[in-house]
């Protein structure tokens, strides 16, 4: 299945973008908006900075990272053996829904479960979403926040100490104080068997 991707007419500064990709490539760490919560992120092909999103998070690199895609392919291209009813699922789901595959490739180690698998999530967020497809690869999506705290539904909600921390903090949306939620987590073997793991 080919998801449509998000249309490219775009309500942020371009500027504001650019300086995110630039800060992802170079290996840094951003808080950005996403289709759920604001996030820490960063390239999930970088094994450094992901070790800097969990030292940052005073998270234990035992507990695996969801990742952010801004089409179907680019998780097939990280994905071992996506099952179909995957796409199935995300397309006709009324929330933002993450979907834990079997199998991770192609990516940072320290993103993937210690059984190998990895948690992905097809964003349609306009920010997010580009800033996948600007990347060429998926971005980290963990939420902004110390490990343990309440994560934040709108930017102001965000600690100092986790703003201090990254290396750019995107513009776009802070003054949005619409209450955001936690996505949908699934999982999916390789046949293609669901279990529901947070609603």
């Known amino acids: 299945m080919n998801i449509k991707p998000t249309p490219r007419?775009?309500?942020?500064?371009?500027?504001?973008?650019?300086?995110?990709?630039?800060?992802?490539?170079?290996?840094?760490?951003?808080?950005?908006?996403?289709?759920?919560?604001?996030?820490?992120?960063?390239?999930?092909?970088n094994k450094e900075a992901v070790e800097r999103i969990y030292k940052i998070k005073q998270r234990s690199d035992s507990k695996a990272?969801?990742?952010?895609?801004?089409?179907?392919?680019?998780?097939?291209?990280?994905?071992?053996?996506?099952?179909?009813?995957?796409?199935?699922?995300?397309?006709?789901?009324?929330?933002?829904?993450?979907?834990?595959?079997?199998?991770?490739?192609?990516?940072?180690?320290?993103?993937?479960?210690?059984?190998?698998?990895?948690?992905?999530r097809l964003t349609r967020e306009e920010f997010s979403n580009q800033l996948c497809h600007r990347l060429h690869r998926p971005?980290?999506?963990?939420?902004?926040?110390?490990?343990?705290q309440p994560s934040p539904h709108c930017f102001k909600e965000i600690s100092q100490e986790i703003i201090d921390c990254a290396d750019y903090v995107v513009a776009y949306r802070q003054d949005d104080t619409t209450p955001a939620s936690p996505s949908t987590i699934i999982k999916i073997n390789n046949n293609s068997e669901v279990k529901i793991i947070r609603k």
């Open 139 to 148: 971005v980290v999506s963990t939420s902004a926040n110390i490990s343990g």
């Open 9 to 45: 007419n775009f309500p942020f500064d371009k500027a504001d973008l650019d300086k995110a990709v630039e800060t992802l490539r170079r290996g840094g760490v951003i808080v950005y908006p996403t289709d759920t919560i604001w996030g820490l992120g960063c390239d999930a092909t």
């Open 65 to 120: 990272l969801i990742l952010l895609a801004d089409t179907d392919a680019m998780i097939s291209n990280h994905v071992d053996n996506a099952p179909e009813v995957a796409w199935s699922i995300v397309e006709l789901s009324d929330k933002p829904t993450t979907v834990i595959f079997e199998k991770g490739k192609n990516l940072a180690t320290n993103v993937l479960a210690a059984d190998g698998s990895v948690a992905f």
